[in-house]
């Protein structure tokens, strides 16, 4: 099993910036990608950004170009920093992690981000 637990979230106005930060614990070497998906209220979950074992990074149409996932490995915890947000970017933020080979997911308790115009 994977723990997962996000740190970093708040409230920021438009145009600023956010790092948060996904901690895993656990069975963490049968982790195949970890990421960031978030729910914003009444509208259904998406992917925000993705890492894989071998660093290749994935990422939604809506934050390319502004949001950058990246892992440091010593401290098992993934990264998403957020620039240039916007208020259609608050949502609640999951930390995932890709497991074994079945491909089972786990997930964090969430993260709020809210972004004032």
């Known amino acids: 099993q994977v723990h997962l637990v996000e740190s970093g979230g708040g409230l920021v106005q438009a145009g600023g910036s956010l790092r948060l930060s996904c901690a895993a614990s656990?069975?963490?070497?049968?982790?195949?990608?970890m990421g960031w998906y978030r729910r914003a209220p009444g509208k259904q979950r998406e992917l925000v950004a993705t890492i894989n074992i071998g660093g290749r990074t994935n990422y939604g149409d809506s934050v390319k170009g502004r949001f950058t996932i990246s892992r440091d490995n010593a401290k098992n915890t993934v990264y998403l920093q957020m620039n240039s947000l916007k208020p259609e970017d608050t949502a609640v933020y999951y930390c995932n992690a890709e497991y074994g080979v079945y491909r089972l997911d786990y997930w964090g308790q969430g993260t709020q981000v809210t972004v004032s115009s």
């Open positions: 656990g069975s963490i070497f049968s982790i195949n990608a």
